[in-house]
């Protein structure tokens, strides 16, 4: 079945540092692949998604390509800053294989540190 | 933009009241979902709708029941509340198979923390 695999945090990092969050997948079909931000007592928010093969969503200067290759979509940002301080979840839909929901990831808290 | 909104934001109950938790969508959405977010487990799918009167199950239905009368509104019921159920409750809708590109797309609402005591 389909399934999302998400790096385990809890992830510290000072601000300006460069921050990387993995995720990898499984998929019958042709999945949509999601990373969305659930910041301190709110609900989740889309961050950026991609629809297919070698797509690059990007957002707020976070960015993640999908690879089909490695089955990846990892979440890259060049320069965190303590407003980015949130659990980030990585998610997959399936359509083709007739999911009806998402799959989601554990979710990794992040915390930038001034 | 679409807005998804709970009825409430905090929630303290008893062991054994019957509660209800509200959800409401202003984008004319298809499909609705009901979550419980949970540490280390992330989000797991308690019921889905995907029209008015229709419901699936998710992943763990056992203990929740559903009911969607009207298209912008999706409620999540605990017959006989237990203490186990303390829990964040995520609402979120999708616009439905006839959205092409955003069929997949879901929205959320603030979420629903519920305390059984």
């Known amino acids: 079945g389909d399934s999302v695999t998400q790096m385990e945090g809890p992830v510290t990092l000072s601000e300006e540092a460069f921050l990387t969050i993995n995720c990898t997948y499984t998929a019958t079909g042709y999945p949509s692949l999601f990373w969305y931000v659930q910041y301190p007592g709110e609900g989740l928010q889309l961050l950026l998604k991609?629809?297919?093969?070698?797509d690059k969503g990007s957002n707020k200067g976070f960015e993640a390509t999908y690879r089909k290759e490695t089955t990846s979509f990892h979440l890259e940002k060049g320069s965190v800053q303590v407003s980015d301080s949130a659990v980030y979840f990585c998610a997959l839909s399936d359509r083709m294989a007739g999911a009806n929901n998402l799959f989601f990831g554990t979710g990794t808290r992040l915390t930038v540190i001034p | 933009d679409v807005k998804v909104t709970q009825s409430s934001r905090y929630l303290v109950k008893r062991t054994g009241e019957k509660v209800f938790l509200e959800c409401v969508q202003d984008m004319d959405h298809e499909n609705m979902f009901w979550y419980r977010q949970d540490p280390g487990l992330g989000l797991r799918l308690i019921y889905f709708s995907y029209d008015v009167k229709m419901k699936e199950k998710g992943d763990i239905p056992e203990g929740y029941s559903v009911s969607r009368e009207k298209k912008e509104r999706f409620s999540l019921i605990l017959e006989s509340a237990s203490t186990n159920q303390t829990s964040m409750y995520l609402c979120?809708?999708?616009?439905?198979?006839?959205?092409?590109?955003?069929?997949?797309?879901?929205?959320f609402g603030p979420g629903t923390r519920l305390t059984v005591l």
């Open positions: 979120a809708s999708r616009l439905g198979a006839s959205g092409g590109q955003d069929y997949n797309e879901q929205f």
């Open positions: 991609a629809t297919k093969a070698d």
